[in-house]
């Protein structure tokens, strides 16, 4: 793995412009960064990535097949008990997942490691499986990378895939989002127009303007019965809606569906480190309350029950003035894991997220920031496999 300079494509910004993928820079500070790229070798992606994203994610679903049954273990991740039924239900239907995507800290040298799981609501998904495929292409047919040069990153087909094998061509979906979030609205957007290639017919409503009609079904603002709904907002916070209540009852198929909840909660990550101690790609994590001492006075992180874009995240490290991000999470409960060092290329960190589509690990996306935390501004480099590395 390393960290090539390359020349960016000319009109780049014009063409992210017309493609509607306007919020490739934020506040006046690039999103999207093409000034270079990660290179990696194949045995590194195959082994070192998809490998163990396919195992973690089983082991994943795993955890979900301990925790349903478990009404304490529901408890103790601060899951509502007026949904916990309907949570057990859809994992007893196998009702289908979409997505999801794991983020590691990985620097070429040694096993990825966990940090946490976005298993409901992750985005930088156009940017994973078009706008950097497209990259890819171009850089090659101008020369700047050798015509072998590949790319982990299956993104797009396999949602074209996934969506097809759930619904029936011409089954109409709702997909929704909050307004006025443009990163938002754009993942929802490709969604929408990767389910149009899969055969079904999108519609967009926006997720606080859903209703409950008389019979307690889902409808959009001109009345449509939502049948199917993808929304690009969290479990937790649709618990807490008007219509919440309504949830377990209403005859909608959700994407994504409600076992994710489980799924979307830090809580996973002592769990998953109880179930399965020392794996090589999780670290050492503990419920606030419940790490020893000597686990105490190392290196580890705080992290909140739910949270988005690395909000409300407490770095503690012996000797080192502690690191906090700002937001609002934290009501539900904490866990503490283990710090690991993120990799750094020149005064950059990196993450690398890893998309789970239909359960198959399918590509990589790789965030950087100046600071420890990875965050919402954090910049979206692209990533090219070439066997010399």
Known sequence: MQRIDLPERPDWKEEAERLGFGFHTMYGAPYWDES??????LREIEDDLEDPSQALYGMCLDLVDR????????????????????????WEAGQPSLYGRFDFFYDGSGPAKLLEF?????????ETGFFQWMWLEQQMAAGVLPPEADQ??????????????MFAPGYHIHFASSKDQDEDRATVRYLEDCARQAGLIPHFVAVEDIGVDGEGRFADTESHIIDALFKLYPFEDMFREDYGPYLPGAPVQLLEPPWK?????????????????????LLPAFFEGEADEGFLKGAHVRKPFFSREGANITVLRPEVEDITTPGHYGAEGHVLQAYAEPPKFGDDYVMIGSWIIGGQASGICLREDKALVTQDLSRFVPHVILEEG
């Open 152 to 165: 982990f990153n299956s993104v797009q087909d396999r949602l074209i895939e996934r969506f097809a094998a």
């Open 36 to 41: 270079h790229a990660y290179s990696f070798t």
């Open 118 to 126: 976005n298993a409901d609501t992750p985005t930088a998904l156009y």
């Open 261 to 281: 909840a489980i799924l979307s909660n830090k809580a996973i990550l002592p769990l998953l480190w109880e179930m399965f101690p020392d794996h090589p790609n």
């Open 67 to 90: 925790v349903v049954r478990d009404d304490a273990l529901l408890e103790k991740m601060a899951i509502p008990e007026a949904y916990r039924a309907w949570i057990r239900t859809s």
